[in-house]
């Protein structure tokens, strides 16, 4: 499996932006996928979850309410959709797969720089 993110960009805080992961090969092999986030100087976090079926959404307390992850299922893409964006969400973002639960995210994807700035 091959996970190809995009979206990433300079916004202002408030504005909104959308990331994108399509995922190609064994898809069929999936069992959720995830968008993780790394800032300079700070752990690598999971800030939102989705089962590769497009069901059952999950999200981090730092983001819920702000972002929301789908999935097109016909198009095998997870969007990750960010609202109401601010300073503390700049960090690199990443989308990743597991295969099982419980398991690792072990297919990563590039990563994609978001900056919150003015």
């Known amino acids: 499996v091959q996970l190809q993110a995009s979206g990433g960009g300079l916004v202002q805080p408030g504005g909104s932006l959308r990331l994108s992961c399509a995922a190609s090969g064994r898809t069929f092999t999936l069992y959720s996928m995830g968008w993780f986030r790394q800032a300079p100087g700070k752990e690598r976090e999971l800030v939102a979850s989705i089962a590769w079926k497009g069901i059952n959404p999950s999200y981090a307390d730092s983001v819920r309410g702000r972002f929301t992850i789908s999935k097109d299922n016909a198009e095998n893409t997870v969007y990750l959709q960010m609202n109401s964006l601010k300073s503390e969400d700049t960090a690199v973002y990443y989308c990743?797969?597991?295969?099982?639960?419980?398991?690792?995210?072990?297919?990563w994807g590039q990563g994609t720089q978001v900056t919150v700035s003015s």
């Open positions: 990743a797969a597991r295969k099982r639960s419980p398991g690792n995210y072990d297919i």
